[in-house]
């Protein structure tokens, strides 16, 4: 029944949204972008929002050398498993149940091998075992994944199953309870694994699997640390405390085709449950369908967006961030335990990093699909007390600035979204802004009561200076929705919380010739004094994976005011382009390009009335950071985070999340088009395009000239075409009409 309902869903989508383009998972994205240079990028065989993701897992013998991915270029592969993440920074995650195929002794302590001739592409991953020549296959459906093998020589193939396996990499690592195996009949096999710890340091959980082959095993048995038993068919942990290593094989004698094909059906629920996958979306659906099936997938999805771009690598760098924004958070539906068939989402690892660009981009190329993710976050919530800043493997936790998930509901609210109940969220929200949390590492705000009625996050918190940016920038959230909900109350009072960011601003600190910094203050109101503005942050500073430098051009719906507070215009500027300067010459504490809090800054001169100096950074930090390849990301790619802040740009647009507007910045392509409900289309036409036409110098919106630096949401998803006309030098283009700030005094609404 999941598969006819699967495949009644995908034409539902069609049928929803027109598509502009077709099969550009085939000839768009390189699934290998960013793998390397700690961009950690997923490379295996994925669906959008899919549970499974089997993919290659390095290893050499002593020492894990592979990424939170489970993949590093040139490395040997010990096998493939069925779980990952993709683009993760901190600690590792998953790697359930390793499959690793062999020629002659399975009874060997390393069985890895070197890969060549590989093959990545939207839903299919390929390699060859360079030692075996055994070309390895992979494809799947939302919870099962397919292996295809083919042997080059000899005359029978070993397939070695790992039920205890786990990515292990980080500073905090995955840890194995328990694990166990049983080999159901010559072709069938089912097992589990239960672990905790990895990245949010969460609390155990369960996977399972069943796995069926499409040829009858010869022989079978079974290990347990590394001890062999031939013939075996069963090995499962005694207590809830063996933490001893079990894993199975089973022997296929090669027919005249030398092809096994294994499908693998998975679960967080149970073992039945994972064979009722496997039954309900594998049982007679080949490799070869399978693999269509999920092409066809991501031609519904990436299908929105048709690009025209006369540098290939641009074009493909664009469809990347979208196919990353489309791998995580994962539809965990109907595989919660306990949950029964609510909507859940898992895998927002973590939303402190997505919130700014990867779910603004979905807002805009699946919008059913955050409205689902934005109720799960709801749901977490009502059932756990908190709605989470990040979860994975069943687990909220680790809450690394504000409650951000206010910001991505506000994002979704004030873009008029359908399908959320918003008073629920509400209520959630609400929660978040008053409740102090008992664990605030794991959820809620740290400090929130304190912020309530010092007005500030004394540095007596850890992050204290993150905190009091975020909370502020969080409460402005609340705010959009108490008045779009006619809570009059709450609307004062988050109003006056969303402007507290300025509690922290010590107007006498200096650094490098500029006055006025974002500063830890002490709970009796006075001004740590051995303080740098340069002093980077950590989980136990003053500042979360930046400086003061950084977070002090952090005000992303009061930039009038930060404007203000540094000077006025021309010493914001001036500002702006020290921060930048001295980032792009590599001097610690400035522009960091992999850092999120400065995501939105290269857009900031825009409110100071030179659009044509955020057409400059754009521009250059797209070229210095960015290219095609398996090191083109400036590090990890924070769950399609930095792949989805190149892709807006390159379209010349860029979202202040949580806000209804997108600024114009700098494109890089010739023709857009959106596709859009009820068969609207927004196209965006780049006149006089060149490498050297960074500048906007005219605009017209559906014919009409604007002489603005940006554009509502509304005016995009009614359907429309934006014309923008492009040149080597500025022309004043952006320097009046303003993007929305509060406003210095009153309360008046956002707008223009």
């Known amino acids: 029944m999941r598969t006819a309902c699967f495949f009644l869903f995908v034409f539902e989508i069609v049928n929803a949204f027109s598509l502009c383009a077709q099969n550009v998972a085939e000839d768009a994205v390189d699934p290998f972008h960013g793998a390397d240079n700690r961009g950690n990028t997923f ?8 549970m499974v993701k089997p993919g290659p897992d390095s290893w050499m013998p002593s020492r894990w050398l592979n990424s939170n ?15 990952h ?10 790697g359930h149940f390793r499959v690793m195929p062999m020629i002659g002794d399975v009874n060997r302590r390393d069985c890895s091998e070197p890969v060549r001739d590989e093959i990545a592409a939207p839903g299919y991953y390929a390699a060859t075992l360079a030692g075996s020549e055994i070309r390895c296959e992979l494809t799947l459906t939302p919870h099962v994944a397919y292996h295809r093998y083919t042997a080059g020589r000899g005359d029978s193939l070993n397939v070695l199953f790992d039920v205890s396996s786990l990515l292990d990499k980080g500073s905090t690592p995955q840890h194995l309870l328990e694990s166990g195996v049983e080999i159901l009949s010559p072709r069938e096999m089912t097992g589990y694994c239960r672990s905790e710890g990895g990245w949010n340091e969460g609390a155990p959980y369960t996977v399972y699997f069943y796995a069926r082959f499409d040829l009858e095993a010869s ?13 075996n068919c069963i090995e499962r942990s005694i207590n809830p405390h063996d933490h001893t290593r079990k894993a199975a094989y089973m022997t296929f004698p090669l027919g005249a085709d030398r092809t096994v094909t294994l499908k693998m059906g998975i679960s967080f629920v149970s073992g039945q449950k994972a064979r009722e996958n496997y039954e309900a979306e594998a049982g007679d659906l080949s490799f070869d369908r399978a693999r269509a099936k999920a092409r066809e997938m991501w031609n519904t999805y990436l299908g929105r967006l048709d690009v025209k771009c006369s540098d290939p690598g641009v074009r493909t ?11 995580m958070p994962v539809d965990r539906t109907g595989e919660m335990p306990g949950w029964g068939n609510t909507v859940c989402y898992d895998d927002f690892y973590a939303i402190w990093d997505t919130f700014r660009t990867a779910l603004p981009l979905l807002g805009l190329i699946a919008p059913e699909k955050l409205a689902d993710m934005v109720n799960a976050l709801v749901s977490i919530g009502e059932r756990e007390g908190f709605m989470p800043d990040a979860r994975s493997g069943n687990w909220t936790g680790l809450t690394q600035g504000g409650s951000n998930c206010d910001v991505v509901i506000a994002d979704a609210y004030v873009k008029k979204i359908g399908g959320i109940d918003y008073r629920a969220a509400w209520r959630q929200m609400r929660r978040n802004a008053e409740m102090e949390p008992d664990a605030p590492r794991r959820y809620g705000r740290g400090g929130v009561v304190q912020f309530d009625t010092l007005g500030y996050v004394s540095d007596r918190f850890e992050r204290s200076g993150t905190r009091q940016m975020e909370y502020a920038y969080c409460d402005f959230a609340l705010w959009q929705l108490a008045k779009g909900l006619g809570d009059t109350a709450a609307v004062v ?59 002090s051009l952090y005000a992303p719906h009061d930039v009038e005011r930060l404007i203000a507070l540094c000077g006025g215009r021309e010493e914001f500027v001036r500002r702006l382009d020290f921060f930048f300067e001295k980032g792009f010459a590599g001097e610690k504490g400035f522009y960091n390009v992999g850092n999120e809090p400065s995501f939105l800054t290269p857009c900031l001169y825009i409110w100071a009335g030179r ?16 290219r095609p390849g398996r090191a083109g990301l400036p590090g990890n790619d924070d769950s399609g985070a930095m792949s989805s802040w190149y892709a807006f740009h390159a379209l010349g647009l860029y979202p202040n999340a949580g806000q209804d507007y997108y600024l114009l910045t700098s494109p890089r392509i010739e023709h857009a088009e959106l596709c859009l409900p009820e068969g609207k289309t927004f196209r965006i ?34 359907g429309g075409e934006l014309e923008l006309t492009m040149g080597a030098e500025p022309s004043g283009f952006g320097r009046k009409n303003l993007p929305p700030s509060l406003p210095l005094s009153g309360e008046c609404p956002n707008s223009r």
């Open 219 to 231: 022989g079978w048995g079974t290990f347990r640390e590394g001890r062999l038993s031939r013939g």
């Open 493 to 551: 009072r988050y109003l006056d919380r969303s402007r507290r960011w300025t509690a922290l601003w010590n107007p006498d600190a200096e650094d490098s010739g500029f006055r006025g910094f974002v500063w830890p203050k002490q709970e009796n109101g006075i001004w740590r004094e051995k303080f740098s503005a340069l002093t980077m942050g950590s989980w136990r500073g003053v500042f979360y994976e930046g400086t003061s430098w950084q977070y």
């Open 685 to 718: 036409i780049v006149r006089h395009a060149a490498p050297d036409h960074i500048y906007i110098r005219s605009a017209r919106l559906n014919g009409h000239p604007i002489n603005r630096a940006w554009i509502r949401h509304a005016e995009i998803v009614a």
């Open 43 to 50: 490379v295996g065989a994925a669906m959008p929002f899919s």
């Open 611 to 626: 659009y044509d100096l955020t057409a400059c950074r754009v521009r250059e930090i797209g070229d210095r950071y960015y």
């Open 69 to 83: 991915s489970g993949y590093g270029t040139g490395q040997s592969v010990c096998g493939f498993s069925q779980t």
């Open 85 to 94: 993440v993709s683009g993760t920074g901190g600690a590792a995650k998953y």
């Open 317 to 327: 760098m664009i469809y990347n961030g979208l196919y990353r924004a489309l791998l």
